[in-house]
């Protein structure tokens, strides 16, 4: 056997999604932050994600995370989150497969019942708390980064539909939320491939006509995810499809996705804070999802590890407005109101693996089909 780099991995899924994670080969990526890494990683180790995640070594809907050592002294990792659509400032599913995976692997140190882990992300810090039993994840519940709806009642032209009636809400990344019933389309799987189109064009719709930008960090930006809910959901349960670029569906409930409609619900006066929520994936998976404080975008920690916590009356720094033209010409201004969510689930470890590149393989970056 030929190699000349070698990438160790343990595979998990949550509740149905997959999670890789790169536990050893790629080194510390450069950056004084995990934003930062994120950013050095998407221009110049890109062909890492390709090669981990697209065929023949992954598949469509392939998603992962690159353990990291942490770049602030309240984390105990760092975590760059990867997929066949790009590296992610946050991910839900990803962040329950690696809190699984660092108990069961022994790379933390575990207690029973609860070991808490916290993860120094793009978008924030995450805590996550695992529940063990006799040495095994039995769920795990993660405390996301400050969520918000970004704008309610918003339509976009999307053909041969016409005017398609959208809220857009942020829980990690952004989400464009859309009534299935809408689009005159069945809530059924066997419908599968009309949903992916319909998904895919509202997203390449609210990209082109109203394309979200994070009012703290502008480099997170765009919209790679559409909830799609089925009729009859609500506040307490909703079934829905997560169509996500550049075309599958999340298997999971999608954490980012359930702070999002959380955060969308909350906003709408639909869910109260300290209130059990439902979510059900395409697959039927479940999260539980609680909102459990409010606050205001500024007062929390926020993407790049900055703190942006003082008092109203001190002004934003230079490259922090206090307020933040977005597309569409809806202002959102640092104080909006935020949510802090958490989200439950369970992962479980299906394999581990060493990834080997041999310089003869014509494929070195993958390929997509």
Not at 97 to 112: K, N, S
Not at 135 to 152: C, E, I, K, Q
Not at 172 to 182: P, W
Not at 190 to 209: H, S
Request: aromatic share 6%; net charge negative.
């Amino acid at each position: 056997m030929r190699s000349s780099r070698v990438f160790h991995a343990v595979d998990s899924h949550t509740e149905g999604m997959p999670t890789r994670v790169i536990t050893g080969g790629v080194g510390v990526v450069p950056g004084a932050t995990m934003s930062d890494r994120r950013r050095y990683f998407i221009e110049h180790l890109d062909h890492i994600r390709k090669f981990l995640m697209n065929e023949p070594r992954g598949h469509a809907a392939m998603s992962g995370a690159i353990l990291q050592p942490p770049t602030r002294p309240d984390a105990d990792y760092g975590v760059l989150y990867i997929e066949t659509s790009g590296c992610l400032p946050m991910c839900g599913h990803g962040t329950i497969g690696v809190a699984t995976v660092l108990v069961e692997t022994g790379m933390v140190e575990v207690t029973e019942p609860v070991t808490t882990i916290r993860l120094d992300t793009p978008a924030g810090l995450v805590v996550a708390q695992v529940r063990v039993t006799d040495g095994a994840a039995t769920s795990v519940v993660l405390r996301n980064v400050p969520s918000f709806a970004l704008g309610l009642d918003r339509t976009v032209r999307v053909e041969p539909w016409g005017d398609i009636p959208y809220d857009l809400a942020f829980g990690g990344n952004f989400y464009a939320i859309v009534q299935l019933d809408k689009l005159g389309i069945p809530f059924a799987r066997t419908e599968k491939q009309r949903i992916l189109d319909a998904g895919l064009a509202i997203m390449a719709a609210v990209n082109d006509q109203d394309r979200p930008v994070h009012p703290l960090d502008p480099e997170i930006n765009g919209c790679h995810h559409v909830y799609l809910a089925a009729p009859g959901s609500d506040a307490r349960h909703s079934r829905h499809a997560m169509v996500i670029h550049p075309g599958m569906f999340d298997r999971s409930p999608c954490g980012t996705g359930t702070s999002a409609r959380m955060a969308q619900l909350h906003a709408r006066g639909e869910l109260a804070l300290d209130t059990d929520f439902d979510n059900e994936s395409f697959i039927g998976t479940h999260f539980t999802g609680r909102l459990i404080e409010e606050g205001v975008l500024g007062g929390h920690d926020v993407p790049g590890g900055q703190d942006l916590s003082a008092a109203p009356d001190v002004p934003a720094a230079p490259d922090v407005p206090a307020a933040l033209d977005v597309p569409g010409g809806q202002e959102a201004p640092r104080g909006l109101t935020t949510v802090i969510p958490t989200i439950e689930g369970r992962a479980w470890i299906t394999g581990t693996a060493q990834y080997h590149y041999d310089p003869d393989d014509p494929f070195p970056e993958g390929f997509e089909l």
